[in-house]
Protein backbone atom coordinates (compact mmCIF):
# COMPACT_ATOMS: atom_id res chain seq x y z
CA UNK A 1 0.00 0.00 0.00
CA UNK A 2 1.50 3.38 -1.02
CA UNK A 3 1.51 6.09 2.01
CA UNK A 4 0.08 9.51 1.52
CA UNK A 5 2.69 12.35 2.95
CA UNK A 6 1.93 15.72 3.91
CA UNK A 7 1.55 18.61 1.16
CA UNK A 8 4.35 21.51 1.36
CA UNK A 9 1.42 23.65 3.15
CA UNK A 10 1.33 20.85 5.84
CA UNK A 11 5.10 20.65 6.13
CA UNK A 12 5.21 24.33 6.40
CA UNK A 13 2.86 24.50 8.94
CA UNK A 14 4.88 21.56 11.15
CA UNK A 15 8.23 23.29 10.39
CA UNK A 16 7.24 26.52 12.17
CA UNK A 17 7.61 24.85 14.88
CA UNK A 18 10.39 23.25 14.53
CA UNK A 19 10.82 21.76 18.25
CA UNK A 20 7.87 19.84 18.11
CA UNK A 21 8.20 18.43 14.42
CA UNK A 22 11.69 17.60 14.02
CA UNK A 23 12.49 14.11 15.25
CA UNK A 24 16.31 14.78 14.84
CA UNK A 25 18.00 15.92 17.91
CA UNK A 26 20.56 18.33 15.96
CA UNK A 27 17.50 19.89 14.18
CA UNK A 28 15.11 20.43 16.98
CA UNK A 29 16.24 23.50 17.66
CA UNK A 30 16.35 24.33 14.04
CA UNK A 31 14.81 27.89 12.41
CA UNK A 32 13.84 27.39 8.87
CA UNK A 33 14.29 30.77 6.80
CA UNK A 34 11.06 32.68 6.57
CA UNK A 35 9.81 34.17 3.18
CA UNK A 36 7.49 36.94 2.70
CA UNK A 37 4.79 37.91 2.62
CA UNK A 38 3.48 36.16 5.26
CA UNK A 39 6.72 35.09 7.33
CA UNK A 40 6.19 31.18 6.97
CA UNK A 41 8.81 28.96 6.29
CA UNK A 42 10.63 29.33 2.07
CA UNK A 43 10.13 26.32 0.32
CA UNK A 44 12.37 25.29 -2.30
CA UNK A 45 9.60 22.14 -4.57
CA UNK A 46 10.43 19.71 -6.68
CA UNK A 47 8.36 16.81 -7.97
CA UNK A 48 8.81 14.88 -5.03
CA UNK A 49 9.73 16.80 -2.60
CA UNK A 50 10.44 20.16 -0.59
CA UNK A 51 12.90 21.55 0.85
CA UNK A 52 13.54 24.05 3.84
CA UNK A 53 16.74 25.90 4.70
CA UNK A 54 17.02 25.04 8.71
CA UNK A 55 19.53 27.09 10.74
CA UNK A 56 19.98 24.93 13.77
CA UNK A 57 23.32 25.62 15.94
CA UNK A 58 24.94 27.54 14.25
CA UNK A 59 24.72 25.47 10.79
CA UNK A 60 22.92 25.50 7.99
CA UNK A 61 20.50 22.23 6.88
CA UNK A 62 18.67 21.59 3.73
CA UNK A 63 15.57 19.43 5.13
CA UNK A 64 14.05 17.59 2.40
CA UNK A 65 10.98 16.29 3.06
CA UNK A 66 9.08 13.82 0.87
CA UNK A 67 5.24 14.71 -0.43
CA UNK A 68 5.05 11.54 -2.24
CA UNK A 69 5.71 7.98 -1.93
CA UNK A 70 9.10 7.62 -3.09
CA UNK A 71 8.93 3.69 -3.21
CA UNK A 72 12.54 2.14 -3.01
CA UNK A 73 14.40 5.22 -3.27
CA UNK A 74 13.80 5.41 0.54
CA UNK A 75 16.07 1.90 0.74
CA UNK A 76 18.82 3.66 -1.82
CA UNK A 77 18.72 7.21 0.32
CA UNK A 78 19.09 5.01 3.43
CA UNK A 79 22.25 2.91 1.86
CA UNK A 80 23.95 6.27 0.45
CA UNK A 81 23.10 7.89 4.43
CA UNK A 82 25.10 4.26 6.51
CA UNK A 83 28.10 4.03 3.90
CA UNK A 84 28.48 8.00 4.41
CA UNK A 85 28.41 7.42 8.16
CA UNK A 86 31.24 4.89 8.31
CA UNK A 87 33.25 6.45 5.47
CA UNK A 88 33.91 10.25 6.01
CA UNK A 89 34.96 11.97 2.81
CA UNK A 90 36.00 15.14 2.70
CA UNK A 91 34.51 15.91 -0.91
CA UNK A 92 30.90 15.54 0.08
CA UNK A 93 28.63 17.41 2.14
CA UNK A 94 26.95 15.87 5.33
CA UNK A 95 24.04 14.04 4.55
CA UNK A 96 21.82 11.86 6.37
CA UNK A 97 18.24 9.87 5.67
CA UNK A 98 16.11 9.61 8.75
CA UNK A 99 13.18 7.20 8.61
CA UNK A 100 11.40 8.75 11.47
CA UNK A 101 12.44 12.70 10.47
CA UNK A 102 9.68 14.92 10.73
CA UNK A 103 6.43 14.93 12.89
CA UNK A 104 3.37 16.42 10.87
CA UNK A 105 -0.08 15.97 12.28
CA UNK A 106 1.13 13.55 14.52
CA UNK A 107 2.28 11.22 12.02
CA UNK A 108 6.07 10.33 11.18
CA UNK A 109 7.80 10.95 7.82
CA UNK A 110 11.37 10.56 6.45
CA UNK A 111 13.35 13.50 5.42
CA UNK A 112 16.82 13.85 4.05
CA UNK A 113 18.88 15.87 6.08
CA UNK A 114 21.69 17.49 3.93
CA UNK A 115 24.66 20.22 4.59
CA UNK A 116 23.52 23.59 3.30
CA UNK A 117 25.81 24.23 0.30
CA UNK A 118 26.18 28.33 -0.99
CA UNK A 119 26.87 28.64 -5.15
CA UNK A 120 24.93 28.06 -8.29
CA UNK A 121 21.91 25.24 -8.06
CA UNK A 122 23.30 22.68 -10.30
CA UNK A 123 20.79 23.13 -13.11
CA UNK A 124 22.67 26.38 -13.53
CA UNK A 125 26.07 25.44 -12.91
CA UNK A 126 25.77 22.98 -16.17
CA UNK A 127 24.44 24.93 -18.20
CA UNK A 128 26.81 27.52 -17.68
Same mark, same amino acid.
Given at each position: ? !?Q?????? @??Q?????????F????????????G?????? @? !???? %????? =????S? %?? $??? &???? !?? $??G???? #??? +????????? @???????????? #? %?I????? +?Y??? #?? +?W &???A?L?? =?? +??
Amino acid at each position: M !TQVFPTRA @KYQDAVMHGAKAFLVPELKAGVAERGPPLGMP @K !TWNG %GFASV =FRVNSG %GK $DYA &VKCF !TM $DIGDAAT #QYA +EVSAYLQQN @KLSYFAHFAFHK #Q %GIRVEGR +EYPIV #QL +EW &VRGAPLKT =FI +EK
